[in-house]
Structure formats: C-alpha cells, structure tokens
C-alpha cells in the first residue's frame, strides 16, 4: 500500500500515515466517460498518489482531486531507498562468494570484537552477524566485559589477524573509556581492516594515485547510493555537515576523487546556511535531529542524510522516534532526491562491510 508522510519537523509527535486506495480512485476513472478523462499514465503513476477522499463520481470532482494530487507528486523529491539498494548488493555478495567458494573453497570470515555492555552497541554487532549469515559469510565473534585490558583486547587482535579464516576484523566503538581507542585500531592488519579506518588506509585515501584497500563503510556507502540513482557527481558543488573521522572526513575525500568541488561545514563554519545552500550534493553526519532546514536547501538538490537521532514521541510505544540530521519534511519539497531516516544509509553501511570482508578473501586468495 503506498503512503505518505506529513509531520511538522518542530513537532515531537508521529507522522500520520495516509493510506492511499488506488482500487478505488481506478474504479471511480474509469465511470467516467471516456471523453471526459484525463489521460495520464495511471498503470505507473498511481501507485505513488496521495491518500484522496473522493466525496462524488462526478467528473469535475475527480480532475480536481486527480490535479491535486499529481501537483504534489510532481513537488516532492524522489526517495533513494537504501534498503532496498542494501538487499540487492547483499544478494550481489552472495553470488561472489558462492562463486569464490566453488572455485577455491574459500569462504570470507568476518571477525567482530565486543567491549562492554552497551545496547546499542550489541545490537550493531546482531546485526551485523545476521547479516554474514545472509550472504554466507562466517562470523566471529569476541565479547569482552568493560573492565578489560587493552591487552586483553590486543590479543584478541592479534589471534584474529593470524588466523587465515578471518579475512576482516572489526573492532566495535566505542571502547570503554580507559582504553586508547588509536592504538588498538591501528594494531589491526591492514589486509583485514575492513572498517578502512586504518592511517595506512585513510592516508592512501587521501593522495592521488594511490587506492586504498578499504573505505570506510557509511562513506563509502553514501557514494554508492549516488552511483546506484544515477546521480552525477563530477563537476558539482558538494557539501559534507561533520568532519568525523568515521564519515565526514572519507566523505569529502571520496567526493573529492569523485572531481566534485568540496566543502567542509563544522561547528565552527561561520553562516553555514549561505555555504550549504550552494550545494548541489550535500552529505550531513552531524548528529543533530532536524537541524539542516528545507531553506537551507538549493532547489533540485541531493541530500544523503547519515543522522540517526532520536527524538521524544510519547505516541511511539518506544517513547521516541528516528530521524536524521535533516528536517526531511521541510527538503522533500525541494530537493530532488532524498535518503529517508530510517532506511537510508543505514542498511548501506552493513551491505558495505560484507562488500569489504568480500573484497579482502578474494585480494587475499588472488581471485577476481
């Protein structure tokens, strides 16, 4: 059934959902006489109208209703659904390495390493398992209580980058806070740094000429979504919110090879409204619910929204909802295209580390 959205981005309440009845709306065009339709492509069209009342079967009723309707398809932005570029790279991975496992009898292994109790956390790595289990790719996994050593943490590293089984290691952030976050990232291999935040991996980035052997999963997983769409980067202003070195930063850099022209905005950027509004590309991982405005948005551009907030709904039986840095009801009347919170990057990232673990395994066993 298609939807959708109308929420107010300075509300905490749930957006309302307005089912649409397509049978209905069908049944009512087609009472009318045949000279008095009109003619659009309803067989594609559709199914992406907005829920309509129709009160009568009278002609003049319906091209209203109709008109109405197709003018506000016509102001919203296209959608770029992640999760279903996600299911159909995950069901390009599992191909590989059926291909990869008949061939060499090889198959990738994911190692992940846990550190502490924190929910969010353990449910990253859930999924991140469930994920492996779905394209065939074997798990492992390290759980380590919050009081370790960064010893103990380091061997754990150090069995992983010796076993020929594991192909990527993934160190689990954040760390307990009486643990140096560097060291231990930088003791991974870099042949199985599949997270791509290794120096060696993000210096390479970096120059010309020279490729990484990994890329940071969310980052890499922002240009993919741009390929997938069709969406030209070459030549246009691009605009990254943050400068993380989880995303912000590989962001711009993968842009930047891209030959997009590109601008840093950080919490120390002066008028960055004025610099955003130029952009035709913007990528926002800034951590802040809501706070890029549909004002602040150049018509007919594209956003990738990497923000996953939550924000108070006591409607909600969770008590809160998601949404992302970008007040997605305010930019999906300007934008062109648009990643919805959830939905959007977030599958992308997961379907990039199997991608990663998948590239590793073959580099590993010479196998294209």
């Not at 992640?82 to 060499?104: C, F, M, N, P």
């Not at 842009?255 to 950027?269: G, M, W, Y």
């Not at 648009?338 to 990663?356: D, E, H, K, Q, R």
Request: hydrophobic letters at 40%; aromatic letters at 4%; one cysteine or more.
């Amino acid at each position: 059934m298609a939807s959708m959205i109308f929420s107010d981005c300075s509300s905490s309440t749930t957006a309302r959902f307005l089912p649409f009845n397509s049978q209905k709306l069908r049944h009512c065009y087609n009472a009318l006489p045949f000279s008095r339709r009109i003619h659009l492509p309803l067989t594609s069209s559709i199914q992406s109208l907005p829920s309509l009342s129709l009160q009568s079967h009278a002609s003049s009723n319906f091209v209203s209703v109709l008109t109405t309707a197709k003018m506000a398809t016509e102001s919203l932005a296209k959608v770029i659904d992640g999760k279903s570029v996600a299911k159909q790279i995950r069901e390009e991975i599992g191909v590989e390495i059926t291909r990869l496992k008949e061939a060499t009898g090889v198959v990738p292994g994911l190692a992940v390493i846990l550190v502490g109790d924190r929910k969010d956390s353990a449910t990253y790595v859930r999924n991140k398992k469930k994920a492996c289990d779905s394209v065939g790719i074997n798990s492992f996994e390290v759980h380590l209580p919050e009081n370790s050593t960064e010893e103990e943490v380091l061997n754990s590293i150090t069995r992983f980058n010796e076993d020929p089984t594991v192909h990527g290691i993934l160190v689990q952030l954040p760390l307990p806070s009486h643990m140096n976050e560097e060291k231990i990232l930088n003791a991974v291999r870099i042949e199985k740094d599949v997270d791509g935040f290794h120096p060696l991996n993000i210096g390479r980035l970096a120059m010309r000429g020279r490729d990484p052997l990994f890329v940071p999963c969310t980052p890499k997983g922002c240009i993919e979504l741009l390929h997938r769409y069709g969406i030209q980067i070459k030549g246009k202003k691009a605009v990254v919110i943050g400068r993380s070195n989880i995303v912000g930063m590989p962001a711009a850099l993968l842009l930047q090879r891209e030959d997009a022209t590109v601008t840093i905005v950080h919490s120390r950027t002066s008028n960055p409204e004025d610099i955003i509004k130029q952009a035709d590309i913007i990528i926002s991982a800034v951590g802040q619910a809501n706070m890029v405005r549909g004002s602040w948005i150049k018509p007919g551009a594209v956003i990738i929204d990497v923000g996953i907030n939550p924000v108070e709904d006591p409607e909600s039986p969770r008590g809160y909802r998601l949404v992302g840095d970008v007040c997605y009801e305010e930019v999906v009347k300007v934008a062109s295209a648009v990643t919805p919170v959830p939905g959007g990057v977030g599958p992308m990232t997961i379907a990039m580390l199997l991608s990663n673990t998948l590239s590793s395994a073959k580099r590993m066993h010479s196998f294209n």
